[in-house]
C-alpha cells in the first residue's frame, strides 16, 4: 500500500532559525496537503499542492511540489514560538479514492 | 465555516463496554467522512470512509464489527467502539469533505480521547 514518509521525526530549533520538513511518497500522487497539531489539538489543514514542481507561499511558509509529484517539502523562514507543533504531509495517490495518507508527522520545538 | 464537532470530546470507559462518538459538520453537509485514530506521538491512522447512506469502507487490519460506523445523515457520522478493551484507548478523530467541493481538504473535528480500563 501507498506509504508516506517524513523526515525529521523532531526538530528542535531557536527563535529566528529556519526550519525544513521533508515528505516523500512510495506512489505518485494526485495532490498532496499539508497539517499542523497543534499540542493537544486536531490537524488544521494548511494548504493543498497539484501541480508538479509547484511552489505556494504563506507568510513565512513555503510549499514545494516536487517534479515527479512524490515528494513534497514545508520551509518556515524565521520561525516564531507560534509556529511549534506538529506538521503532517498528508497525500492522495492517483486514481484511489480521494483517501489522505499521513505521513508520520515532524514536530516542531522552537526555543525562545 | 466549516466546523466539524464532536462529542464526547474525551470518554472513559470499563473494558468490556461500548462506546459511542458522535462526529457532525455544523454548517456544511459532509457526503464523506473519515475515522481516524492516533497514539501519543504518532501519525493518524485511517480506519474508515464513511459514505452517507452506505455502508462504510475500512481499512486493512480494521475490525469492522468492532469498531461500528453508521453516518444516516449528511451533517451526522457515528463510529461504536463495542467491546471496548484497554488496547482501544486511543485519540479518535473524524473528518468531513464539503459535498461537491472541488479540492479535497478535509475539516478535522477536535478529537475523542478514549480511555479502557
Known amino acids: 500500500g501507498q506509504q508516506v514518509m517524513q523526515i525529521p521525526q523532531y526538530q528542535h530549533v531557536q527563535e529566528g532559525e529556519d526550519f525544513t520538513t521533508y515528505c516523500n511518497s512510495s506512489?505518485?500522487?494526485?495532490?498532496i496537503q499539508w497539517y499542523k497539531q497543534r499540542p493537544g489539538g486536531h490537524p488544521v489543514f494548511l494548504i493543498q499542492?497539484?501541480?508538479?514542481?509547484e511552489v505556494k507561499k504563506q507568510k513565512r511558509l513555503t510549499f514545494q511540489f516536487g517534479e515527479a509529484k512524490k515528494n513534497s517539502s514545508l520551509h518556515i523562514t524565521a520561525t516564531q514560538t507560534t509556529d511549534v507543533g506538529t506538521y503532517f504531509c498528508?497525500?492522495?495517490?492517483?486514481?484511489?479514492?480521494?483517501?489522505?495518507?499521513f505521513g508520520s508527522g515532524t514536530q516542531l520545538t522552537v526555543l525562545p | 465555516g466549516a466546523v466539524v464537532s464532536q462529542h464526547p470530546s474525551w470518554v472513559i470507559c470499563k473494558s468490556g463496554t461500548s462506546v459511542k462518538i458522535e462526529c457532525r459538520s455544523l454548517?456544511?453537509?459532509?457526503?464523506?467522512m473519515f475515522w481516524y485514530r492516533q497514539f501519543p506521538k504518532q501519525s493518524l491512522m485511517l480506519m474508515a470512509t464513511?459514505?452517507?447512506?452506505?455502508?462504510?469502507?475500512?481499512e486493512q487490519g480494521v475490525e469492522k464489527d468492532k469498531f461500528l460506523i453508521n453516518h444516516a445523515s449528511l451533517t451526522l457520522s457515528t463510529l461504536t467502539v463495542t467491546s471496548a478493551h484497554p488496547e482501544d484507548s486511543s485519540f479518535y478523530i473524524c473528518?468531513?469533505?464539503?459535498?461537491?467541493?472541488?479540492?479535497?481538504?478535509?475539516?478535522f473535528g477536535p478529537g475523542t480521547r478514549l480511555t479502557v480500563l
Open positions: 473528518s468531513a469533505r464539503r459535498s461537491g467541493q472541488l479540492y479535497n481538504e478535509q475539516f
Open positions: 506512489t505518485t500522487l494526485s495532490n
Open positions: 499542492l497539484v501541480k508538479s514542481g
Open positions: 498528508a497525500g492522495i495517490s492517483s486514481g484511489s479514492a480521494r483517501q489522505l495518507t
Open positions: 454548517d456544511f453537509q459532509a457526503t464523506t
Open positions: 464513511s459514505n452517507e447512506g452506505s455502508k462504510a469502507t475500512y
